[in-house]
């Protein structure tokens, strides 16, 4: 009866040894490791601690020398998941982790609200990246708002170039009405282009070298504008 206690007593410190050994945990940087089984709660992500990244689930990994690892399936929510690894490094500044990887946005950061050698709560924080390029959106924003009004005869339509691909050449072509304040809607096309271009340059953009032709014509289809090619 005794042995049967002893070996019991035995397989359950191997348990245990093996669960720790599994879960490194350094206490001079609780980030560091592995997160996985993330919850989503409003603006606030809550990560637990794993030994390791699983294979098919979403999970990001803080390395000692200062990398970083995010098992993810992308932007594509439709199953089958493929899950595949974006590589890239972090810094951390207090509670605040700035995080560049090889794929958009390349810079990104979390607040720590919440860090214990189980849990990891982190909230989002636009980079000046993206702040940047939520500019760009609301110039472009202003720029539709301006160029599409009710087409009713394609004669009082035109179309121009916007925007600068970070291979060279425009981003696309819009159309614009001849009776709208073109003066304006000009100088406006004409900031956003050089905004975005020097976005490319700055954050080190990547973009496909098709070049987007030009459309021949504008025609108005249920009073919205169309661009024929």
């Known amino acids: 009866m005794k042995f049967k206690i002893h070996l019991l007593l035995a ?52 390395k000692q020398d200062g990398s970083f690892l995010e098992r993810t399936s992308g932007f594509c929510g439709t199953p089958p998941l493929t899950f595949f690894n974006v590589e890239g490094n972090f810094e951390l500044n207090e509670s605040l982790v700035q ?41 472009f924003s202003e720029i539709e708002n301006m160029a599409y009004i009710t087409c ?24 614009y009405s001849k009776n709208i304040n073109t003066t304006l809607f000009f100088e406006k096309i004409e900031a956003y282009t050089k905004a975005e271009k020097e976005f490319n340059i700055k954050w080190g953009i990547i973009s496909n070298c098709a070049i987007v032709n030009p459309p021949k014509s504008v025609t108005c289809n249920n009073r919205f504008p169309i661009l024929n090619y």
């Not at 191997?14 to 879960?23: F, G, R």
């Not at 709660?41 to 294979?55: A, I, M, W």
């Not at 394609?154 to 425009?170: I, M, Q, R, V």
């Open 11 to 62: 397989l359950v410190l191997l348990i245990s040894s093996c669960e720790n050994n599994d879960v490194s945990i350094d206490q001079d940087n609780l980030l560091l490791g592995n997160w996985v089984a993330p919850i989503y709660d409003g603006e606030t992500t809550t990560f637990e601690r794993s030994g390791s990244l699983p294979d098919e689930a979403y999970g990001i990994s803080f």
């Open 152 to 175: 009713n005869n394609s004669n009082d339509w035109a179309f121009t170039a916007y925007g600068s691909k970070a291979c060279g050449g425009p981003q696309g072509y819009i159309p």
């Open 99 to 139: 995080i560049s990887t090889n794929s958009y946005p390349s810079f990104f950061q979390w607040r720590i609200v919440e860090l214990s050698e189980k849990k990891l709560i982190v909230k989002r924080e636009l980079s000046e990246q993206e702040k940047e390029h939520r500019a760009l959106m609301d110039l």
